[in-house]
């Protein structure tokens, strides 16, 4: 595989990633608004929240290997047998991991509602939540397998068929069912839904092990790179488990603890709205930024008329400008909505119920897709510093965090001050103001060290096109309007 060759599978994965994320936050976002006005406040809250927690664990039992596995797919198809050993390794390892914890949840259910009070209606809904984990966690790792080879078109068309199927059986199951017995249902076909993905992709993962691109019989050291995965997993894993301290995981049970489910719920609808542009950038990009420049760093591409720091700077200019070529746009429309939302005094209606557009919940949306967006443009040096394992820079720049877990200690222990004292913008604020910090720092070693360029006339010349649109369209609807 040459440059050119590696650039189109790029560019064509982040096509296909994008398609895949818009049908499945399609998904969510239909879902979420149905049982919104569909279940009370009380059992909306615990949906949502169970939800929450079932990511969470994912995101926590992951043990890194989202991020590590990209990179080390493509150094272990130097060798083709190593390869297939190294997949079959790694989904062996992962089923008997998410069997076990889902059994120890399963076990510790009832215990866990004695000691919360809780009802023992819910203790379905946990055991089915046990079940749902187990089928997502593999679903996950079988996901960026076959991303890490670029190989988004089969998955991604299995995956979004069967979405488009769960979210009209859901539907249905909202239109139909009784309220109280409306969230064990929905996990049910959740969990449906994983298992027909699951299998299928299984049957045919034989074609991507013979993928005449990953073919090779280079030795290599299978101890030495284990270990080095492992090492690298363990990396990845403390830091996603860091960076997850201010997602909307940890966050929706926080701020159900400080202002009580109505404020909550209402920074889940807006949170959701928002991450249908802060995730559209996120999963197009996926696992493909990190297996773009893992193809340069292992050596996998080469060219006899560049050298390799040349080839990985090309790489990583590709991937930014990518990614702004994603995200001004984006920020471009942001300013459009904002621009007639706040305008105009006009109201909607969404389900028979009248909304004016400068409610609350599109003021959160706003500000928090601003603050989504601003820190994405940004995400390529996160990248560079993972494949070029650079550990200390890494947690150094996680340095901010420490006064998040501060923060959120406070709030724990003293609510009534902080109902008092913040508003839910405030705690926000404060939050994402350390994130920013985070990334500055990222920002600043990766410049100092491998003195990568910034496509600045790139992203200035976006930002021209992306301003010169919207004004057009901004100068066309005041000329229908008169």
């Known amino acids: 595989m040459n440059k050119t060759e590696l650039f189109t599978k790029f560019s064509q994965a982040l096509k296909w990633n994008g ?26 809250s615990i949906w949502a929240n169970l939800y929450s927690v079932i990511f969470l664990l994912m995101l926590w039992t992951d043990l890194g290997f989202s991020r590590s596995l990209p990179q080390y797919c493509i150094i272990f198809a130097k060798n083709s047998l190593k390869k297939k050993s190294f997949i079959t390794k790694i989904l062996t390892f992962k089923v008997f991991l998410s069997l076990g914890i889902s059994v120890l949840l399963f076990i510790f259910a009832p215990k866990f509602i004695a000691f ?41 068309l299995i995956e979004s068929i069967t979405l488009l199927l769960q979210t009209f059986s859901t539907i249905i199951f909202i239109s139909v069912s009784n309220p109280t017995t409306l969230i ?27 993928d005449t691109s990953y073919q090779g019989c280079e030795p290599i050291n299978t101890a030495t790179l284990t270990n080095d995965f492992i090492r690298h997993s363990a990396v990845m894993w403390s830091l996603t488990s860091i960076n997850s301290l201010t997602e909307r995981n940890i966050l929706l049970p926080f701020l159900t603890h400080i202002f009580g489910p109505v404020t909550a719920n209402l920074f889940k609808l807006a949170n959701d709205l928002s991450l249908l542009f802060q995730r559209f950038i996120l999963k197009t990009i996926g696992t493909a930024g990190t297996s773009i420049l893992a193809h340069i760093d292992s ?24 990614i702004q070529l994603l995200t001004i746009p984006l920020l471009g429309i942001l300013f459009f909505i904002y621009i007639e939302l706040f ?20 003021k959160l949306f706003i500000f928090l897709t601003l603050l989504y967006l601003l820190q994405i443009i940004f995400m390529a040096y996160d990248r560079l510093l993972e494949v070029k394992r650079n550990y200390k820079e890494l947690f ?55 003195k990568i360029k910034a496509p600045i006339k790139f992203l200035f010349k976006v930002s021209i096109i992306t301003l010169t649109i919207i004004g057009s369209i901004k100068l066309i609807l005041l000329m229908i309007a008169k």
């Open 184 to 210: 064990s249902k929905v996990l049910l076909v959740d969990i449906i839904s994983s298992l027909t993905i699951i299998i299928t992709s299984l049957l045919i993962i034989r074609y991507l092990e013979a």
């Open 343 to 362: 305008n105009n005094s006009s109201t909607i209606t969404i389900f028979g119920n009248q909304f004016f557009l400068n409610q609350p919940l599109l």
């Open 396 to 450: 150094i720049s996680f340095i901010p965090y420490i006064f998040i877990i501060i923060f959120f200690i406070c709030g724990i222990n003293f609510r009534e001050f902080f109902y008092n004292t913040f508003s839910l913008i405030g705690i926000l604020t404060t939050i994402h103001c350390m994130r920013f910090a985070s990334i500055g720092i990222r920002i600043y070693y990766s410049h100092l060290k491998y």
């Open 299 to 322: 050596k996998l591409i080469s060219n006899p008329t560049e050298s390799d720091s040349a080839l990985f700077d090309d790489a990583f200019l590709t991937l930014n400008k990518h």
């Open 19 to 44: 398609f895949l994320f818009l049908v499945a936050k399609i998904n969510k976002t239909v879902i979420s608004f149905f049982l919104f006005y569909k279940l009370t406040t009380s059992d909306f």
């Open 116 to 156: 919360m009070h809780l009802p023992q209606s819910i203790l379905l809904h946990l055991h089915l939540a046990c079940l749902l984990f187990l089928a997502e966690s593999i679903k996950s790792s079988l996901r960026v397998i076959y991303h890490s080879y670029f190989w988004q078109r089969p998955f991604n």
